[in-house]
């Protein structure tokens, strides 16, 4: 079982940045395919980034394109959300996710194994 680990949630005023973090811990993360989802109050979970196992492809949610940067650090075990210009829209529980054994990126959540605790993030206006 890979846990992961994510951080760098907070309140933040609109037109603000935070950047999320979520450490794997697991040696083999650089096989994985990760992403981020969101999740709001009453709301179903959706899609938000992916990044390919190297990093050297990434896919976005069309509302958070231009604002928002999906990276990882395979050294480090570590994949990173950074997120500008954040309106009070972006207010949710951010979840990261691994997928094990394929190398395509995808935005359903059920293609996802792995699953992080969560951490909020919450825009004022």
């Known amino acids: 079982q890979v846990q992961l680990v994510e951080s760098g949630g907070g309140s933040v005023q609109a037109g603000g940045s935070l950047r999320l973090s979520c450490e794997a811990s697991?040696?083999?993360?650089?096989?994985?395919?990760m992403a981020w989802f969101r999740q709001a109050s009453g709301k179903e979970r959706e899609f938000v980034a992916t990044?390919?196992?190297?990093?050297?492809?990434?896919s976005y949610t069309d509302s958070v394109k231009g604002r928002f940067t999906i990276s990882r650090d395979n050294a480090k075990n570590t994949v990173y959300l950074q997120m500008n210009s954040l309106k009070p829209e972006d207010t949710a529980v951010y979840y990261c996710?691994?997928?094990?054994?394929?190398?395509?990126?995808?935005?359903?959540?059920?293609?996802?194994?792995?699953w992080g605790q969560g951490t909020q993030v919450t825009v004022s206006s």
């Open positions: 996710a691994a997928r094990f054994g394929s190398p395509l990126m995808t935005a359903v959540v059920g293609s996802y194994d792995n």
């Open positions: 697991a040696p083999t993360f650089s096989t994985f395919v």
């Open positions: 990044i390919s196992r190297a990093g050297t492809s990434t």
